[in-house]
């Protein structure tokens, strides 16, 4: 005759279920906060506004679209792009030089704009925004 | 003859400390929660090298809806450059670190002006962004 072994109950204290969740959420929010954030910095100059003073001429300008890259009044595509701006940007030694002005369409995507600001950046050059001012004129 | 008054003892029981505990940290979490700016929904853009972002001293985001947060409240574009200057305060450059979290798919009329923003704060502009994912190597 075989003897039925007796099953052995073990309950966790209740009073410590609320140690285990405390143990618990700290476990979480030290997970949460270690997650790093990855990116990439940017130098700005003050953004300026369209302005006579702005020495033209010698600023590189370049305007970005939805679907194009314009280098000094020269479509380009960005590869094409990064190799041009280095290869402008290597020849200007002054640091007023080195400034690129980019004005942006309106629905100029945000990824397009990032990849163009990197390969000035990468190119050495000093990105500096041209925003349009709101004028009211007066029409007598 | 004086009879001597019993003296009552009050103690906090010591197996509600973990209970305590818990409720405090809840307290604080909800707290912390609701100066930060995870309830934005929005998609970083991705790029191909990233870099690892140091600590920031405030975060402007940009969510999907083209609206604009400040330290996870919500704030007009005009009113950024103000109230991101004061939140830098003095703090010596190096240490103005203010990240930009842009969903991809914004447009330039409303991440320009921000971005323009704080500059004009002074703030050291960090973009966040997620690295582009590499094909599978063989």
């Known amino acids: ?140 | 003859m004086k009879l001597q008054r019993k003296k009552l003892k009050a103690s906090v029981p010591s197996f509600a400390m973990g209970d305590i505990a818990f409720l405090l940290l809840i307290f604080f979490v909800i707290l912390a929660r609701a100066q930060d700016d995870s309830h934005i929904q929005w998609q970083p853009a991705r790029l191909d090298k990233v870099e690892m972002a140091p600590a920031a001293s405030a975060s402007v985001a940009i969510d999907t809806g083209s609206k604009t947060y400040l330290d996870g409240k919500e704030i007009s574009p005009e009113e950024i450059a103000a109230k991101l200057s004061a939140v830098l305060g003095d703090a010596p450059a190096g240490q103005r670190h203010v990240f930009l979290k842009v969903d991809r798919e914004a447009k330039a009329a409303v991440f320009e002006p921000v971005i323009a923003a704080i500059s004009e704060a002074g703030g050291d502009l960090i973009h966040i962004l997620e690295p582009e994912e590499q094909p599978a190597q063989k």
């Open chain 1, 1 to 140: 005759m075989k003897l039925k072994r007796g099953k052995m109950l073990v309950d966790p204290p209740e009073c410590a279920s609320s140690d285990i969740a405390f143990t618990l959420i700290i476990f979480f929010l030290v997970c949460a906060a270690v997650q790093p954030e990855t990116g990439m910095s940017q130098i700005l100059p003050k953004a300026e506004e369209k302005s006579e003073e702005r020495q033209q001429s010698k600023n590189l300008e370049v305007s970005i679209t939805a679907s194009s890259i314009i280098l000094n009044g020269n479509p380009l595509q960005l590869p094409e792009f990064t190799r041009r701006i280095a290869a402008e940007l290597k020849t200007k030694t002054r640091e007023q030089d080195r400034i690129v002005v980019v004005k942006s369409a309106p629905d100029t995507p945000y990824p397009v704009w990032i990849r163009v600001s990197r390969a000035i950046d990468s190119a050495g050059g000093i990105l500096t925004l041209e925003l349009e001012s709101e004028k009211i004129i007066q029409i007598k």
